[in-house]
């Protein structure tokens, strides 16, 4: 199996950045996807961003709220995606959470707070 640890959250003004980190360790393939989602209070948790790996190659995609703000990157060799949060806005709040799905497999992180004041 695999095992998940966030990190990265915190409090931020309006306008400043973060970057979130999701280590994964296990019985990690080559062949995976590892993704951001979000939940804020009182909503669904919500896609922010995936990268699919294919070996060495990446594919990435984007919730059109965070498109031009956040940049998701995964580091094959650590095993870890980050999650670059740019000009981030108060709607941004909740927390986020780390995911990996390989060949149906899916495990979640325990999310990381991030709250932005305005």
């Known amino acids: 199996q695999v095992q998940l640890v966030e990190s990265g959250g915190g409090l931020v003004q309006a306008g400043g950045s973060l970057r979130l980190s999701c280590a994964a360790s296990?019985?990690?393939?080559?062949?995976?996807?590892m993704g951001w989602y979000r939940q804020a209070p009182g909503k669904e948790r919500e896609l922010v961003a995936t990268?699919?790996?294919?070996?060495?190659?990446?594919?990435?995609k984007y919730a059109l709220s965070v498109k031009g703000r956040f940049t998701i990157s995964g580091d094959n060799a650590k095993n870890t995606v980050y999650l670059q949060m740019n000009n981030l806005k108060a709607e941004d709040t909740g927390v986020y959470y780390c995911?990996?799905?390989?060949?149906?497999?899916?495990?979640w992180g325990q999310g990381t707070q991030v709250t932005v004041s305005s």
């Open positions: 995911r990996f799905q390989s060949f149906g497999n899916v495990y």
């Open positions: 296990g019985s990690i393939i080559s062949i995976n996807t």
């Open positions: 990268v699919i790996k294919i070996g060495s190659t990446q594919t990435t």
